[in-house]
T-cell receptor
Framework: GAVVSQHPSRVICKSGTSVKIECRSLDFQATTMFWYRQFPKKSLMLMAT?????????EQGVEKDKFLINHASLTLSTLTVTSAHPEDSSFYIC?????????????FGPGTRLTVL | EDKVVQSPLSLVVHEGDTVTLNCSYE??????LLWYKQEKKAPTFLFMLTSSGIEKKSGRLSSILDKKELFSILNITATQTGDSAIYLCAVEFTGGGNKLTFGTGTQLKVEL
């Protein structure tokens, strides 16, 4: 149990286009999902906390209008990178916290590698 | 500002060696410390520590937390090539809504 999927796993796009990444909790409901960004050989940097039915909470320095987050249901959150540029190229990972978690059990998705040409 | 620092940043050992990875933190209202292993994709959960001095163990891996000195260690005994990965330490604080602050990570490579 506790599987989180991400789609797509890899995407290459041209500069200026928008890219949508989906994060789904497959066998549990998640009121909270998190979006991270990871550069090569670096740690995970939290970008935003996504709460079902409300606006996402962004970390300092993360542009809300650039990284649009929608948490439409208890099993799906989406991250849209708008007008992507080469510097947005990175590994994006989501995690989901089960609705009825006893502890802070975050389960991570497999990640999406975005390359912007 | 909350901070989590891991050391070393990377190390290379031979199979059979024992390694100790360190994680120190400065977090207001500490709640728990978690260790993850990341190979090629998603981090996988190893341990969650909330109390000082209680060792958690899983096979060749063990971890302990010192809330007075604000650090945790992750030990791996009899290392194998399959232990090669990035080991991430993350800290959760109360009132943070399950938010995790990750450390810099330690890249471990185990050679034959």
């Amino acid at each position: 149990g506790a599987v989180v999927s991400q789609h797509p796993s890899r995407v290459i796009c041209k500069s200026g286009t928008s890219v949508k990444i989906e994060c789904r909790s497959l066998d549990f409901q998640a009121t909270t999902m998190f979006w991270y960004r990871q550069f090569p050989k670096k740690s995970l940097m939290l970008m935003a906390t996504s709460n079902e039915g409300s606006k996402a909470t962004y970390e300092q320095g993360v542009e809300k209008d650039k990284f649009l987050i929608n948490h439409a249901s208890l099993t799906l959150s989406t991250l849209t990178v708008t007008s992507a540029h080469p510097e947005d190229s990175s590994f994006y990972i989501c995690s989901a916290a089960p609705e009825l978690a006893v502890y802070n059990e975050q389960f991570f998705g497999p990640g999406t590698r975005l390359t912007v040409l | 500002e909350d901070k989590v620092v891991q050391s070393p940043l990377s190390l290379v050992v031979h199979e059979g060696d024992t390694v100790t990875l360190n994680c120190s933190y400065e977090v207001t209202n500490f709640r728990s410390l978690l260790w993850y292993k990341q190979e090629k994709k998603a981090p996988t959960f190893l341990f969650m520590l909330t109390s000082s001095g209680i060792e958690k163990k899983s096979g060749r891996l063990s971890s302990i937390l010192d809330k007075k000195e604000l650090f945790s260690i992750l030990n791996i005994t009899a290392t194998q090539t399959g232990d090669s990965a990035i080991y991430l330490c993350a800290v959760e604080f109360t009132g943070g809504g399950n938010k995790l602050t990750f450390g810099t990570g330690t890249q471990l490579k185990v050679e034959l």
